[in-house]
């Protein structure tokens, strides 16, 4: 059933499969993520709130700025990613610098926070790049748990942020 998968993905698909804990640490960061970003309302209206206007802060950013910030936030999303895959392997060392080199607080990333105009953006971006810091160092620890409460922790700030503030 399995020949058409590379000898990589057969791997992860057998680690996922004897590994319930796995499976429930994703379970728990998807629900505890999407549960978040959906707010109470989502629960009480489900669809028609699709049509409801979009009340989050704007940020007024130029085009090219947008695209940039959005690109940005989908290589954070990769980073996470590449985290989850690498503590499920227990390669907590790698995990760490992941967290610092594309999550962390990073002389370009204070830079780039630094450029935006609205102040609590922009404390939402230098807390987040702050508590993905302090991730990497707790993933360094090897920690399972401790690992995946950091990272629901750090992925907090990411939906608190996508809740008050839209490009």
């Known amino acids: 059933m399995m020949e058409f998968l590379s000898s990589d ?10 590994s319930p804990s796995f499976l429930l640490f994703l379970f728990l960061i998807l629900s505890r993520t999407v549960g978040a970003a959906e707010g109470p309302s989502h629960h009480h209206q489900g669809m ?10 704007s940020l007024g950013l130029p085009e090219p ?25 227990g390669r907590f060392d790698h995990a760490a610098e992941v967290a610092h080199a594309r999550l962390g607080l990073t002389p370009e990333m204070q830079r ?9 953006f922009r404390a939402h971006g230098l807390a987040f790049h702050h508590q993905a810091d302090a991730m990497a160092e707790i993933f360094r620890k090897g ?19 996508h809740q008050r503030f839209r490009q």
């Open 9 to 18: 993905t057969r791997h992860k698909y057998l680690f996922m499969r004897q």
């Open 48 to 57: 028609m709130e699709m049509d409801v206007a979009d009340e989050r802060i």
């Open 65 to 89: 700025m947008r695209r940039h910030q959005l690109a940005n936030m989908r290589s954070h999303l990769e980073a996470v990613r590449e985290i989850i895959a690498d503590l499920a392997a």
């Open 112 to 120: 780039m926070c630094n450029m935006f105009r609205n102040e609590e």
């Open 143 to 161: 920690k399972l748990d401790d690992a995946l409460n950091a990272l629901g922790e750090t992925l907090d700030h990411c939906v608190q942020c």
